[in-house]
């Protein structure tokens, strides 16, 4: 599954790449859908080859947008997900300008909602898929 997710309100993208192998990462970078630089592609590239590297990875972007990866097999386990996630809304509101604030709550709400598109769109790519 590869899916972009735009969080309008903080100008930004997601692209969550989760039990995609090498030969469909480099069709991402070759089709230019998320303008990765050489070095991201090379970096990303080498933890996605080395199935011993990571269960997942996530990688703010030059371009400002983040690269969630979730390894073949871990599209359900829910530690994964949760930690990659976490990752990736902690580069979005650092980005942003966003602190973490007292309470939290800005985080809270964040990745709530990007869990909820995760498995949302996990589940529409496995019916369709059937």
Known sequence: MVEIINID?????VVVAAGIDAKEFDMLYYDNVTKFTNE???R???D??????CNGLTAQLDNG????????G????????????FHATHNILKHAGVEIGENGESYAYLIGWLTNEYYYRLEKS???GK
Not at 65 to 72: A, T
Not at 74 to 85: F, G, K, M, S, Y
């Open 48 to 53: 996605i080859v080395d199935e011993n590297s």
């Open 44 to 46: 990303i590239r080498k």
């Open 40 to 42: 991201e592609y090379e």
């Open 9 to 13: 309100i903080y100008l930004n993208t």
């Open 126 to 128: 496995r019916s369709k």
């Open 65 to 72: 947008n983040v690269f969630v990866f979730i390894r073949k």
């Open 74 to 85: 871990q599209e359900r386990i829910d530690l994964t997900v949760a930690h990659e996630l």
